[in-house]
């Protein structure tokens, strides 16, 4: 299939939009205007500005229930899903509702090959063996409406505490926390799972306290914010969108790792990826920590990465965090051994004229691993700019589970749900929201998915969707590439998902070029308008066809201003997320 070229375009604001804030350069505000920042509250990140709990709907339930059950000494369960979302969650409500006196508080995390996603029905029987009175979802249970009907039929409570988006019909819990469910007036509709317990364990907390429980019982009344770097974790992890309320909590987890006031677990595992975290930022946990927790969810059983994340002293962490990264390391290679499989499947379409190819991408090898095929659609996402869906095989003979991942502009879990209707029976189950889901669909049915598919994204999609956009902060002039901005752009976040990282773009001479790493090219250059201001860059996983290429002198780069420390010596290193050749 053709590439194309991503389209470099500039961020654009009013100058009357623009605000004065008090410690920044004007390039940072330039860069806080172009994210829709317009008053000086939104960068304010004191604990004291968080939503107040009793907002969030359901909250109020949901903590009298489990106030109750630690006054009554009952037994708790916790079950999360299998991700760094679900495991940061798990590894909270753990962690908290012990300090707050639990006498019986255990976790259990659905293997995703044996049982699916969310509290199914078999996932209960399996919970029941425990003898819980409480099952407490984090990260899932939205969509569980038959599990928690199975729960109820053993006579067990459930309170579920999720974020996904709902569906018609909500389960028959005795308690429902979800920002996003009807009716729900809560202000931070972006929170992840990790975010909604923590709103639902500091409500039990302050009912606990209204009770004098914790001077009755001579414990220490635990201080919520000492969670916040696991919240951090499980935000960052999960790619919610860092709205206001978000990026509070991430920045005060991340403060409190940086001084040292974090668990042993998430210690050990910034080690293990060899991130520094006394100057931790968001990126650190989303391509350093998070991976490693989630290999452990994709390739075996969460659980081991909540273990880390409970973990108790550094040295238990560490070894833990090491089987973690060794999962990991399998993950990169069963991914890199899909991906070449993938593309080489997809060069057989290269022929084709533009219209004859797919709009809505299927792909699917009896021998790809279940969890590692939202990764591998992502890649294929990123590489084509279109919608993806990778299917496995799974456990069943009869059927394969697939992983979607959506370019901007096409809401595929909305789109699965147009397939659904206009063809009864094609798919057997679906979730997700705007840019992921999951599905699971008969095997023989396959070629008639893929049409349908292709089908429904032609429909909602227009050609120009299918051209990334770089989204640009503008040009620096060659006064700015200093190692101040490069510190104040790196220490304004926290950046992430709907707000992004600042990036740049200009042209460049090509002074000197070489592959590190393998597939890394590490590069000086100069801004065009200025030959003596020679500055140091990197890009990571170039296409090792077109570079390097002694005959570029000059070329085109959209990149973020960084820091780079070598030998205890701080420089200007640019990292360039796309380079094109000019001459």
Known sequence: MNQKQPQIKRREFSQSSAIQLDGFSPLLMRVFAHRGITDQSQLDY???????????????????????????????????????????????ATHALQAMGAQSIEYLVPNRFDYGYGLTPEIVDVAAEKNPDVIVTVDNGISSVEGVERANSLGIRVVVTDHHLPGNTLPNAQAIVNPNQPGCNFPGKSLAGV??????????????DQNSWFERQRIEKPNMANYLDLVALGTVADVVTLDDQNRLLVHQGLQRMRAGRVRPGIRALFDVSKRSIESAIASDIGFGVAPRINAAGRLDDMSLGIRCLL???????????????????????????????????????????????????????????????????????????RPVIAFAQSDSSDEIKGSARS?????????????????????????????????????????????????????????????????????????????????????????????????????????????????????????????????????????????????????????????????????????????????
């Open 195 to 208: 975010g909604v317990i923590f709103y639902v364990l500091s409500q039990v907390r302050s009912l606990l």
């Open 407 to 583: 370019i901007a502009g096409i809401h595929i879990r909305d789109a699965l749900d147009a397939v659904a209707t206009s063809n009864p029976g094609l798919i057997e189950k679906f979730g997700g929201h705007a840019m992921a889901a999951g599905l699971t669909i008969q095997k023989h049915l396959f070629s008639e998915f893929c049409a349908a598919f292709d089908s429904e994204i032609r429909r909602v999609a227009q050609q120009e969707n299918f051209t990334a956009q770089i989204f640009s902060d503008g040009e620096l002039t060659p006064e700015e590439f200093n190692l101040e901005n490069a510190h104040q752009l790196r220490n304004a976040g926290p950046w992430g998902q709907n707000f992004p990282e600042p990036t740049f773009d200009g042209e460049f001479l090509l002074l000197t070029q070489r592959l590190v790493g393998e597939k890394h090219l590490k590069m000086t250059v100069a801004p065009a308008s200025d030959a003596q201001t020679v500055i140091d860059a990197i890009a990571f996983n170039v296409n090792l066809q077109c570079w390097p290429d002694p005959n570029v002198r000059r070329i085109r780069a959209a990149y973020q201003l960084d820091v780079n420390e070598f030998r205890g010596k701080e420089s200007v290193q640019l990292r360039i997320e796309f380079l094109q050749a000019l001459e």
């Open 46 to 92: 004191r604990l004291s500005n968080l939503c107040s709990p009793a907002t969030m709907l359901g909250v109020k339930k949901a903590g009298e229930i489990l106030a109750s059950s630690i006054e009554k000494g009952e037994r708790i369960l916790i079950v999360g899903d299998f991700d760094a979302d679900g495991a940061t969650s798990s590894a909270l």
């Open 311 to 385: 973990a108790e002293n550094y040295d238990q962490a560490r070894e833990l965090a090491s089987e973690l990264n060794d999962l990991n390391q399998d993950r990169r290679a069963i991914e890199s051994s899909m991906q070449q499989e993938a593309l080489k499947s997809l060069a057989e379409l290269k022929n084709l004229h533009e219209d004859e190819q797919p709009w809505g991408m299927c792909l699917f090898n009896e021998q790809w691993h279940q969890g590692v095929i939202g990764i591998l659609a992502s890649r294929i996402k990123d590489q084509f700019h």
